[in-house]
């Protein structure tokens, strides 16, 4: 009985919003060329695999890693299908040269299931919560961000 608990609780997180957040940095001699990588090849090339929504990039004022990569996918489980895996395990000559060129990169693959607001904005704040919050904490910070006048959207 306890397995079937497991995997039905598991089959609801996979159903989820899913979303890969990649903060990287990039030595400054091939940072023109990792942004045209984005732009020309890679941002393409993973918004067209199926169940992916929507990608965006965002570059740090301060911080130690200047770069933040945000990929949604309609459900979680999407990053286990057979099209992420063969375009993860594919990657082009462009790609695996830029790979080797990215420094201090770090990769999280999460559900999210909240999120609000009316739209999205040209800049960002990211904050990194324990996994486990008190449900009177995470309730008063969802509340927070519901009521905050200039958010235009958040995603936890």
Same mark, same amino acid.
């Given at each position: 009985?306890?397995?079937?608990?497991?995997?039905?609780?598991?089959?609801?997180?996979? &159903?989820?919003?899913?979303?890969?957040?990649?903060?990287?940095?990039?030595?400054?001699? +091939?940072?023109?060329?990792?942004?045209?990588?984005?732009?020309?090849?890679?941002?393409?090339?993973?918004?067209?695999?199926?169940?992916?929504?929507?990608?965006?990039?965002?570059?740090?004022?301060?911080?130690?890693?200047?770069?933040?990569?945000?990929?949604?996918?309609?459900?979680?489980?999407?990053?286990?299908?057979?099209?992420?895996?063969?375009?993860?395990?594919?990657?082009?000559?462009?790609?695996? $040269?830029?790979?080797?060129?990215?420094?201090?990169?770090?990769?999280?693959?999460?559900?999210?299931? +909240? #999120?609000?607001?009316?739209?999205?904005?040209? &800049?960002?704040?990211?904050?990194?919560?324990?996994?486990?919050?008190?449900?009177?904490? $995470?309730?008063?910070?969802? #509340?927070?961000?519901?009521?905050?006048?200039?958010?235009?959207?958040? +995603?936890?």
């Amino acid at each position: 009985m306890g397995n079937t608990t497991c995997e039905a609780s598991q089959m609801q997180i996979n &159903s989820l919003p899913g979303e890969l957040v990649i903060w990287t940095n990039v030595e400054r001699e +091939h940072e023109a060329d990792m942004n045209r990588w984005y732009e020309a090849e890679h941002l393409r090339e993973r918004i067209l695999i199926p169940g992916f929504l929507w990608a965006r990039r965002y570059r740090s004022r301060e911080g130690p890693r200047r770069y933040l990569a945000l990929y949604r996918t309609d459900a979680l489980d999407v990053f286990s299908s057979p099209a992420y895996r063969l375009a993860f395990n594919n990657q082009t000559e462009w790609s695996q $040269k830029v790979f080797t060129r990215l420094r201090d990169t770090l990769r999280r693959v999460c559900t999210v299931p +909240h #999120a609000g607001g009316v739209g999205t904005g040209q &800049s960002g704040v990211l904050v990194e919560l324990p996994l486990e919050l008190p449900r009177d904490v $995470k309730g008063q910070l969802l #509340a927070d961000l519901r009521m905050l006048p200039d958010v235009a959207g958040f +995603h936890w």
